[in-house]
């Protein structure tokens, strides 16, 4: 099984600042067909979770653009030009090549500071 | 408007069996994949398995293969998760959720509670 790992797991953030989220895969997610198979997602509070990332880099429908996703290989990074108080919630990567047996990473608490 | 609408909230008894749905309105159910995902109280995601309701058997995840069932049934536009034998760590949250692209559409979630 691929294993996703996220760092930090908690991140406080002053309003307007910018945050930064790491997910390291334990196994290459570039597929043959160019695109990386790594998605983002976020749960705010009481909610279900939310898509905000796929492929890597592409926005969902509705995502602010200041929700910036980057990376190859095994190595991801969501960025947050400058976060806003309902940014807040809990941040989550996902595998999806290997074929239908995906995982989710452990997800990074993100609170205002 | 695409959603995902799944059924309420269940307090089983463990040993007893269960079945949850997702109906999927709003666009060509069985045209897309439909995944289950579990959160236990104050964890994170678990993805537990999918399947197409246009035909395919449904795949799981090795952690939840023979534990559960998922099933769909595509002339009802619905999704199903089940259980034989429930047990106390069966306790959680359950979402189903559509995958294009990524799992773009979710349901509202279902509230499993299993208590003796």
């Known amino acids: 099984d691929i294993v996703m790992t996220q760092s930090p797991l908690s991140l406080p953030v002053t309003p307007g600042e910018p945050a930064s989220i790491s997910c390291r895969s334990s196994?290459?997610?570039?597929?043959?067909?160019?695109?990386?198979?790594l998605d983002w997602y976020v749960q705010k509070p009481g909610q279900s979770p939310q898509l905000l990332i796929y492929?890597?880099?592409n926005r969902a429908s509705g995502v602010p653009d200041r929700f910036r996703g980057s990376g190859s290989g095994t190595d991801f990074t969501l960025k947050i030009s400058r976060v806003e108080a309902e940014d807040v919630g809990v941040y989550y990567c996902?595998?999806?090549?290997?074929?239908?047996?995906?995982?989710f990473g452990q997800g990074t608490k993100l609170e205002i500071k | 408007e695409v959603q995902l609408v799944q059924s309420g909230a269940e307090v089983k008894k463990p040993g007893e069996s269960l079945k949850i749905s997702c109906k999927g309105s709003?666009?060509?159910?069985?045209?897309?994949?439909i995944a289950w995902v579990r959160q236990m109280p104050g964890k994170g995601l678990e993805w537990m398995g999918i399947?197409?309701?246009?035909?395919?058997?449904?795949r799981y995840s090795p952690s939840f293969q023979g534990q559960v069932t998922i099933s769909a049934d595509k002339s009802i536009n619905t999704a199903f998760l089940q259980w034989s034998s429930l047990k106390v760590s069966d306790t959680a949250i359950y979402y189903c959720?559509?995958?294009?692209?990524?799992?773009?559409?979710w349901g509202q979630g279902t509230t499993v509670t299993v208590s003796s």
């Open positions: 709003g666009y060509k159910f069985a045209t897309y994949w």
């Open positions: 996902m595998q999806g090549l290997q074929t239908l047996l995906f995982t």
């Open positions: 196994q290459s997610l570039l597929h043959s067909d160019g695109y990386n198979y």
């Open positions: 492929l890597g880099s």
């Open positions: 959720a559509r995958r294009e692209g990524g799992l773009d559409v």
């Open positions: 399947i197409y309701p246009g035909g395919s058997d449904p």
